[in-house]
Each structure stands twice: as C-alpha cells, then as structure tokens.
C-alpha cells in the first residue's frame, strides 16, 4: 500500500468474523475486526491504483492480511 487507507468502515466484529480462531493462533489474541476502505496500491508491475482493501485488525496487534477487494479508475 502507498499511503494511508481512507474511508475505513467496519464490515464485521468478534463472533461475525468466522476466522477469528486462525487470527487468534497466529497473530495473537485480541478483539478482532474485519475492515475495509480505499487506498492507492502498488501491484508488482510497478504500477500505481486505487482500489478497494479489505483487512483484518486488532487493538494492540494492528493492520494483518489486507486483500485487494476491486481496483477503481
């Protein structure tokens, strides 16, 4: 990612994310939210997008496994 996110919403949080059990074991315990906003992006040609980033986060962890959702133009 190049910058920062904007537009952060909230998709889902502690029980409504189904992968929180995998999060919990490798990257610790804690509450766990799956979010999602805009950035710009860097893909591996070099080249430079806006898109659409999923991730997930938690308080005292951070950012972990953001996803490319769609890109914009």
Not at 39 to 53: K, P
Request: include cysteine; charged fraction near 35%; proline fraction near 1%.
């Amino acid at each position: 990612m190049v910058g920062a996110i904007v537009n952060v919403q909230t998709i889902a949080a502690g029980r409504g994310i189904p992968e929180r059990r995998r999060l919990g074991k490798a990257d610790g315990k804690g509450h766990w939210r799956k979010k999602k906003g805009i950035a710009r992006v860097r893909l591996v040609d070099g080249s430079i997008h806006t898109a659409e980033v999923h991730c997930y986060e938690a308080h005292g962890l951070g950012r972990k496994e953001a996803k490319i959702k769609r890109f914009y133009r």
